[in-house]
């Protein structure tokens, strides 16, 4: 039977869902390092497993498919019947198992730091027992080897604060089932079936889920990329966050230059890029690389502003800034951002108030000849 996790959201309303799966042992908090990043995209859904964190425990062992249950109940409480997912070790199979059993709630997935089997199963069954018996602020030590390289956790104690708190913070039965699950799971057989794009992370000092595991698991989903992050352990998302994030980002948005190159060509017009394209020097590659990834492929393809009120707004501050040599090229990308030529009057005239009348006379002048040299810009 499902248990109601504890869950929060994230994001702006409306923004593509994404969930985030935790490891064995921790609560939602171990994603913070993301939070930045992936909200600035999406809607996040954070929640805790059973008997983890806020959330209640289950009664007695649990199996994967419980634990998976648990996920896909969440999301019928959340009213959405897709989601990408993104589970870090426990976390990772307990995604790996909603995109093998039930495929259609899954759009893209990423697995990190996981396997589809951690044998002996003995020694689960035995961690298990122990909790039950001594509750789990023993486990502390081995778990901190295991999850950061030493350099690490001798740099930052805060991460080490909040590590005893997580594992502290665990039921002792319910971390016990989720011991029994992973003990008793082999999904190996069911990753064939996986049809979701996947994207497998691996930290390359990870000695719980190792990079050859990545690998196998790669090659065991068809279609599949892998990317090993250098320099950190098993909970990777922590101690290498920024390549973390960027692995994240471009498996669900594609790489900053391509999502910048993409919106370039949708708002400008191919034919301004391409010009663009051949006038590039070796003076001038870094910096046309720079406004492609980091404008358009960071700043206008953030969720929280559509197009129409991105451009509208770009006109504003070109009239404002006297910026008036590249007005014309934003008055053609306005028309093609669904901008009439009504709204484009409308926001010159905003801008005489508030940037002034010369400045927007001026805006005027440029646009108006704009919009007659290209009458069927316009959608």
Request: proline residues 6%; charged residues 20%.
């Amino acid at each position: 039977m499902a248990v109601d996790v504890a869950y929060r959201v994230d994001g702006p309303q409306g923004a593509p869902l994404l969930v985030l799966a935790n490891s064995l042992g921790t609560t939602w908090d171990m994603w913070e390092p993301q939070m930045t990043v992936l909200t600035a995209r999406f809607r996040v859904v954070r929640y805790d497993h059973r008997g983890h964190g806020r959330s209640p425990g289950g009664a007695g062992p649990s199996t994967m498919a419980d634990l998976a249950g648990d996920l896909v109940a969440l999301l019928d409480r959340l009213g959405e019947e897709r989601a990408s997912i993104c589970g870090l070790s426990l976390g990772g199979m307990v995604a790996m198992w909603v995109a093998a059993h039930a495929p259609s709630r899954v759009d893209r997935l990423i697995v990190c730091c996981t396997s589809p089997a951690l044998p002996p199963a003995d020694a689960w069954y035995e961690r298990a027992a122990s909790v039950r018996a001594s509750g789990t602020s023993f486990l502390l030590d081995g778990l901190l080897g295991r999850w950061f390289t030493a350099p690490f956790v001798a740099q930052r104690p805060d991460v080490v604060d909040l590590v005893t708190r997580m594992v502290g913070a665990a039921d002792p039965d319910g971390y016990a089932g989720c011991c029994e699950a992973i003990g008793a799971m082999d999904q190996t057989a069911d990753l064939a079936s996986i049809d979701a794009p996947t994207l497998v992370v691996a930290g390359a000092l990870d000695p719980v889920a190792p990079p050859a595991t990545a690998l196998a698991i790669h090659e065991a989903i068809a279609g599949s990329s892998v990317v090993v992050l250098p320099d950190c352990a098993h909970l990777a998302n922590i101690e290498q966050p920024d390549r973390f994030n960027e692995a994240v980002l471009s498996h669900l948005v594609g790489p900053a230059s391509e999502r910048g190159e993409r919106t370039r060509r949708q708002v400008l017009g191919d034919a301004h890029v391409d010009r663009a394209a051949a006038a590039r020097t070796p003076l001038t590659a870094s910096f046309q690389d720079l406004i492609t990834r980091y404008a358009w492929g960071e700043i206008w393809t953030r969720p929280g502003l559509d197009r129409r009120t991105r451009s509208c707004i770009t006109l504003g501050m070109l009239a404002a800034l006297g910026r008036f040599d590249e007005l014309p090229l934003h008055v053609r990308g306005a028309r093609r951002n669904g901008v009439s030529d009504e709204e484009i009057g409308e926001v010159l005239l905003h801008a005489a108030i508030y940037c002034g009348v010369p400045a927007a006379n001026a805006a005027f002048a440029v646009a108006q000849r704009t919009l007659a040299e290209n009458p069927g810009d316009q959608t």
